[in-house]
């Protein structure tokens, strides 16, 4: 799972109450150009907020028409960080900039998000790069080398005809520190395939992973050298 993130759908809710309060149109009457392009409020709404470069809400109806709109709705221009420089958003930009704003226009920010409790962290699988504290076999990654050495069975049929290298696996580290979901990403035969895939099965149980203060489920890449 990808890191706790608000969407454009938090500005929607945070932005109305300001409007109203200005005889604007309510939210559901919003209309939302992204990155040059009219989209709807629940296109709008799926934008992930970290994607966002800038935010604009244009509430008087003559700077509205510069844009194409005539209505009496709120316009929300979006420009994202993938396509600031692109040819749309630099005549956006431009649009923007020859405003006669009356006043400075409304950049939205959203309140900061609550730090979470242990029940509200979401079930998904968290990447071991983005979280504070990362998972770690016991003793260290030198202790699990160790495990891995006194525990592996080098395969026969492998041994025989001298297959060596590296098994890359990937797997899930539980809350609890247990290991599930292993696979084989890239691998050398199928017996020796399967041998990295026990030994990793029986490894102990982690330390988990921590984030906002609390265990999650982590995403964990390694890889098993099988050397005669």
Same mark, same amino acid.
């Given at each position: 799972m990808k890191k706790i993130s608000l969407t454009l759908f938090t500005f929607i809710c945070f932005l109305a109450p300001a409007m109203a309060q200005q005889n604007q149109a309510p939210n559901q009457n919003l209309? *939302?150009?992204?990155?040059? #392009?009219?989209?709807?409020?629940?296109?709008?709404? $799926?934008?992930?907020?970290?994607?966002?470069?800038?935010?604009?809400?244009?509430?008087e109806k003559e700077h509205k028409k510069v844009f194409g709109v005539s209505d009496d709705g709120g316009l929300i221009i979006v420009i994202t960080k993938a396509k600031i420089n692109s040819a749309e958003n630099v005549l956006i930009k431009e649009k923007i900039s020859k405003i006669n704003f009356k006043t400075t226009p409304d950049m939205v920010k959203a309140p900061s998000p609550a730090k979470p409790s242990r029940d509200s962290i979401p079930n998904g699988v968290?990447? *071991?790069?983005?979280?504070? #504290?990362?998972?770690?076999?016991?003793?260290?990654? $030198?202790?699990?080398?160790?495990?891995?050495?006194?525990?592996i069975k080098y395969p026969k049929e492998a041994a025989k005809r001298q297959i060596q290298g590296r098994v890359f696996l990937s797997f899930i580290v539980e809350k609890d520190g247990s290991l599930t979901g292993i696979k084989v990403?890239?691998?050398?035969?199928?017996?020796?395939?399967?041998?990295?895939?026990?030994?990793?099965?029986?490894?102990?149980?982690?330390?988990?992973?921590?984030?906002?203060?609390?265990?999650?489920?982590?995403?964990?890449?390694?890889?098993?050298?099988?050397?005669?």
């Open positions: 209309l *939302f150009l992204v990155d040059g #392009k009219f989209v709807t409020k629940n296109e709008a709404a $799926k934008i992930n907020r970290d994607s966002i470069e800038t935010l604009t809400v244009i509430k968290f990447d *071991f790069i983005s979280i504070e #504290k990362q998972p770690e076999f016991p003793g260290g990654i $030198k202790a699990f080398y160790s495990f891995l050495n006194e525990n990403i890239r691998g050398l035969s199928f017996d020796i395939n399967d041998e990295a895939v026990r030994v990793l099965s029986a490894s102990p149980y982690w330390n988990p992973g921590i984030h906002f203060g609390v265990p999650v489920r982590v995403k964990y890449n390694i890889n098993v050298n099988f050397s005669l």
